[in-house]
């Protein structure tokens, strides 16, 4: 797996080597469990699992997103670091490393300064590095609209 110096990598366990909870030095993360499903918009500001299904817009661009290998996600990403290994049919945008693992069924537009695509994974769609600043300030500048717009009881 490829890392950086600045930024941990994020693994997705298999569900048969889950057992005690991550220690309290490890980077808060978020899971979306594999009964779940989501429509709609998620942001956050840690680390997230897709285990489950999401339809919509994910954005937590200064964190890593993993769709686990049961995940499914249905739209839009962005995130610091991808890693996919179950299915993604939408636009993956990450501002340090997409990572399509073996089992990964990905479909759409990767935006990343690095792209690591291993043996095995399945990509139809088109890559193209020189929209990843674009992506990212869009996400970045609609995650306080989205926070103040959920927060405001005249909103509908």
Do not use: W
């Amino acid at each position: 797996m490829v890392t950086t110096d600045d930024y941990p990598s994020l693994t997705v366990p298999r569900l048969a080597q889950r057992s005690a909870p991550a220690t309290s030095n490890a980077a808060s993360m978020t899971a979306v469990g594999p009964t779940i499903r989501v429509t709609g918009r998620l942001s956050a500001a840690e680390h997230v699992i897709i285990e489950g299904e999401f339809e919509g817009e994910i954005a937590v661009p200064d964190h890593g997103i993993a769709v686990a290998g049961s995940g499914r996600v249905r739209g839009e990403i962005c995130a610091r670091t991808i890693t996919v290994l179950g299915r993604v049919d939408g636009n993956l945008t990450a501002t340090a490393l997409i990572e399509l693992l073996p089992s990964a069924v990905v479909t759409g537009r990767l935006a990343s300064p690095r792209l690591s695509i291993e043996e095995g994974a399945t990509f139809q769609g088109r890559v193209d590095h020189t929209k990843t600043a674009a992506a990212v300030a869009v996400a970045r500048h609609r995650l306080p609209q989205a926070d103040t717009t959920a927060n405001d009881p005249t909103s509908t």
